[in-house]
């Protein structure tokens, strides 16, 4: 399935700090549900967005490397929680603070995704800005967009080991 060409339109929007938007996918990122607040933040009505790929709202702007780093941890049974830049269906931006966790059946097999987005503090996007302005450029660098990916995990990797910390430790840590 192949997204929609949408081009960035360089307008933020927002949600109230009230607010969180939900998604559920399948295994393979397909959503199979979106609460009124996704919809609406997104742009989107549910049947345009109930059986596409969640990449629908990928934004050009995030790296591929956070991607890479969370389906590296879900579908192992880890949350993860990841500051991402989304798009909404007219090209416009929204900043979440993204909480994915792993869907378990009652015998504790991973049967899907879940993730709840909240308002990003305020204070903590410029730097992730940077960094994912770094992680692109590295991406970006490179003629395989595979080979881009593993050079800005080996930047993530690099910053993890200069600050001691793990992902968690560091995400939380901001």
Not at 38 to 47: D, S
Not at 62 to 80: N, Q, S, T, Y
Not at 125 to 142: F, M, S, T, V, W
Request: charged letters at 25%; one cysteine or more.
């Amino acid at each position: 399935m192949s997204r929609p060409i949408v081009t960035p339109s360089g307008v933020e929007r927002f949600f109230g700090e009230d607010q969180i938007i939900v998604s559920k996918t399948d295994l393979k990122g397909i959503i199979t549900y979106a609460n009124d607040v996704f919809l609406k933040v997104a742009g989107y009505k549910e049947a345009e967005i109930l059986g596409k790929p969640h990449n629908i709202i990928r934004h050009p702007d995030m790296p591929a490397c956070v991607f890479k780093l969370l389906w590296d941890r879900i579908p192992a049974g880890h949350e993860v929680f990841a500051y991402v830049i989304n798009m909404a269906k007219n090209g416009d931006h929204y900043w979440v603070y993204a909480h994915i966790t792993p869907t378990f059946s009652a015998s504790g097999q991973v049967i899907g995704y879940h993730s709840s987005r909240r308002v990003p503090e305020a204070r903590i996007l410029p730097g992730i800005k940077d960094l994912y302005a770094a992680l692109l450029d590295e991406e970006r660098r490179h003629a395989s967009p595979k080979d881009g990916m593993a050079a800005a995990m080996v930047l993530v990797e690099d910053l993890l080991a200069k600050t001691g910390q793990t992902y968690d430790e560091f995400i939380h840590g901001l």
